[in-house]
């Protein structure tokens, strides 16, 4: 049988690449009759760390992976339609690489063209394939609970005709399939209360129907209500195959700046006792205003816990961009307080979460919950106390805390608007209570988390569920070909 090439368009931004990435490779080293092009798009607001990760794997990855980087497009609109306007722009660079892919067919040692793998905000490619004769599977970067919201929701605008925005600050609450808890609109998305992104939210969603499945990054033992909800045959097969994990971290030159402050890190973490430090870490977009960040740093003081706090200086206000590091974070804590807390506590920028996750001297993590963080921690075995900022990070926290005890909160409601001038500030006292509960060294949510953990690494074993569904995903895909 002749060897078998699907296309990997990830949607833009490393966060969606690196999973796909690792899908990949996951792909190939089960099955050598498949190969992967894994089509880069480059958009400098979105993402400055592709070349970096790509650089990074380059040397370890198969020789059945390449990446071929799409032209950046010069791209003037800023305003919310700015990616899909930016990804559609994409489609005849696409086309041209893979009408290359497909020429080369001819020859006896070229693969097959055998489908697409778009990611979750890229499904305008479904066209692209569509030209090329050959189907396309959708990869959902999230959990399969932000899925059925996502159909859920569409569903009710589309055939009910009901205006998803009224539920902004309302008390209703929603029996989405698969959940057994009432959600409550507070946790929503914001985009469910945004008609100015509907378009991209419920056009994305109608489009997920016309793939020939959904690979998600998840795993049946966690998400198992919902994800037996999708063998109902009204949406197409779901390969729940995760948790999808960049488990080796971001690479860095050795000797470069990020090396040594990670060897610092590493160090620090090395001199605590097991289970002993609370990880702060609030993603590559989490940072908070002055303010907030005294209450944080008021909280860790009042705790006495020894401490590791990835603290981050939001971009200008009223602007969207990612937070940078301090250049030095006194100026945003409270007087002295570095000085304080120099004994149990350490104050970081970007941090590299996965080793801190993987150390056996962290006891918690207080997160913002995004759908990589969670599975990382569960894996990890750490526990986490939830503080969602935006996104569908909220829906992350209560299917976390509320259906499956997996949690504690600190804020499961906090919502970070990029342009409010007052944005909501937690209180220390709150904040406190947060840590103290997640550092609870024999509760009931740190057992079944350490459950969960084992659980996670069992079903990518041979035999466990994500390993044979990764299975059934590569013979649907051949069995096309046929």
Same mark, same amino acid.
């Given at each position: 049988?002749?060897?078998?090439?699907?296309?990997?368009?990830?949607?833009?931004?490393?966060?969606?690449?690196?999973?796909?990435?690792?899908?990949? *490779?996951? !792909?190939?080293?089960?099955?050598?009759?498949?190969?992967?092009?894994?089509?880069?798009?480059?958009?400098?607001?979105?993402?400055? #760390?592709?070349?970096?990760?790509?650089?990074?794997?380059?040397?370890?990855?198969?020789d059945h992976i @390449?990446?071929?980087?799409?032209p950046s497009e010069?791209?003037?609109?800023?305003?919310?339609?700015?990616?899909?306007?930016?990804?559609?722009?994409?489609?005849?660079?696409?086309?041209?690489?893979?009408?290359?892919?497909?020429?080369?067919?001819?020859?006896?040692?070229?693969?097959?063209?055998?489908?697409?793998?778009? $990611? !979750?905000?890229?499904?305008? /490619?479904?066209?692209? =394939?569509?030209?090329?004769?050959?189907?396309?599977?959708?990869?959902?970067?999230?959990?399969?609970?932000?899925?059925?919201?996502?159909?859920?929701?569409?569903?009710?605008?589309?055939?009910?005709?009901?205006?998803?925005?009224?539920?902004?600050?309302?008390?209703?609450?929603?029996?989405?399939?698969? &959940?057994?808890?009432?959600?409550?609109?507070?946790?929503?998305?914001?985009?469910?209360?945004?008609?100015?992104?509907?378009?991209?939210?419920?056009?994305?969603?109608? @489009?997920?129907?016309?793939?020939?499945?959904?690979?998600?990054?998840?795993?049946?033992?966690?998400?198992?209500?919902?994800?037996?909800?999708?063998?109902?045959?009204?949406?197409?097969?779901?390969?729940?195959?995760?948790?999808?994990?960049?488990?080796?971290?971001?690479?860095?030159?050795?000797?470069?700046?990020?090396?040594?402050?990670?060897?610092?890190? /590493?160090? +620090?973490?090395?001199?605590?006792?097991?289970?002993?430090?609370?990880?702060?870490?609030?993603?590559?977009?989490?940072?908070? $205003?002055?303010?907030?960040? #005294?209450?944080?740093?008021?909280?860790?003081?009042?705790?006495?816990?020894?401490?590791?706090?990835?603290? @981050?200086?939001?971009?200008? *206000? $009223?602007?969207?961009?990612?937070?940078?590091?301090?250049?030095?974070?006194?100026? =945003?804590?409270?007087?002295?307080?570095?000085?304080? /807390?120099?004994?149990?506590?350490k104050v970081i920028?970007?941090?590299?979460?996965?080793?801190?996750?993987?150390?056996?001297?962290?006891?918690?993590?207080?997160?913002?919950?995004?759908?990589?963080? &969670?599975?990382?921690?569960? +894996?990890?075995?750490?526990?986490?106390? =939830? +503080?969602?900022?935006?996104?569908?990070?909220?829906?992350? =926290?209560?299917?976390?805390?509320?259906?499956?005890?997996?949690?504690?909160?600190?804020?499961?409601?906090?919502?970070?608007?990029?342009?409010?001038?007052?944005?909501?500030?937690?209180?220390?006292?709150?904040?406190?209570?947060?840590?103290?509960?997640?550092?609870?060294?024999?509760?009931?949510?740190?057992?079944?988390?350490?459950?969960?953990?084992?659980?996670?690494?069992?079903?990518?074993?041979? $035999?466990?569920?994500?390993?044979?569904?990764?299975? @059934?995903?590569?013979?649907?895909?051949?069995?096309?070909?046929?």
């Open positions: 049988m002749k060897k078998s090439e699907l296309v990997f368009v990830p949607s833009p931004g490393v966060g969606h690449l690196v999973p796909a990435v690792e899908i990949a *490779k996951l !792909m190939v080293n089960r099955d050598d009759r498949l190969s992967i092009t894994v089509l880069v798009m480059k958009h400098p607001p979105l993402d400055t #760390k592709i070349n970096e990760y790509i650089k990074s794997v380059s040397a370890s990855i198969s @390449r990446f071929v980087y799409l010069e791209q003037t609109n800023s305003g919310i339609n700015f990616l899909s306007l930016f990804i559609e722009s994409q489609k005849p660079h696409v086309k041209n690489v893979v009408s290359k892919l497909v020429q080369s067919e001819s020859s006896s040692e070229s693969p097959q063209l055998a489908g697409f793998v778009v $990611g !979750m905000f890229c499904t305008t /490619m479904i066209d692209v =394939a569509d030209e090329f004769g050959v189907p396309s599977y959708i990869f959902f970067a999230s959990s399969a609970v932000a899925l059925s919201l996502m159909l859920y929701m569409q569903a009710l605008n589309d055939e009910k005709n009901v205006d998803t925005t009224e539920f902004k600050d309302s008390d209703a609450e929603f029996m989405l399939p698969g &959940i057994i808890n009432p959600v409550p609109a507070k946790v929503l998305p914001s985009v469910v209360f945004n008609k100015d992104w509907h378009p991209i939210y419920f056009g994305n969603a109608r @489009r997920f129907k016309e793939a020939e499945g959904i690979m998600i990054n998840t795993f049946l033992e966690l998400e198992s209500h919902v994800i037996n909800v999708f063998s109902d045959g009204k949406t197409p097969p779901l390969y729940p195959i995760g948790p999808i994990l960049n488990l080796k971290g971001d690479g860095h030159d050795v000797g470069s700046a990020e090396t040594n402050k990670n060897k610092d890190i /590493m160090e +620090w973490l090395d001199g605590q006792p097991p289970s002993s430090v609370v990880f702060l870490c609030f993603g590559s977009m989490g940072s908070f $205003g002055e303010e907030q960040v #005294k209450e944080i740093a008021c909280a860790l003081e009042q705790s006495g816990y020894r401490f590791l706090w990835s603290l @981050r200086q939001p971009p200008p *206000k $009223g602007k969207m961009g990612f937070p940078s590091d301090y250049a030095s974070p006194e100026e =945003a804590l409270p007087i002295g307080f570095l000085d304080r /807390m120099a004994e149990i506590g920028g970007w941090a590299p979460q996965v080793a801190i996750l993987s150390h056996p001297a962290i006891g918690g993590f207080v997160s913002h919950c995004g759908w990589n963080s &969670i599975l990382e921690s569960l +894996w990890f075995g750490v526990p986490i106390a =939830a +503080w969602p900022l935006f996104s569908e990070q909220q829906l992350n =926290a209560f299917e976390m805390m509320i259906e499956l005890g997996l949690a504690v909160e600190i804020k499961m409601d906090y919502r970070k608007d990029f342009r409010a001038e007052n944005e909501m500030v937690v209180s220390g006292d709150i904040i406190e209570k947060g840590i103290r509960s997640v550092m609870e060294q024999d509760s009931e949510i740190r057992k079944k988390v350490k459950a969960m953990s084992e659980v996670s690494k069992k079903a990518l074993l041979d $035999g466990g569920s994500s390993h044979s569904s990764i299975g @059934r995903l590569i013979e649907d895909v051949l069995n096309h070909m046929k």
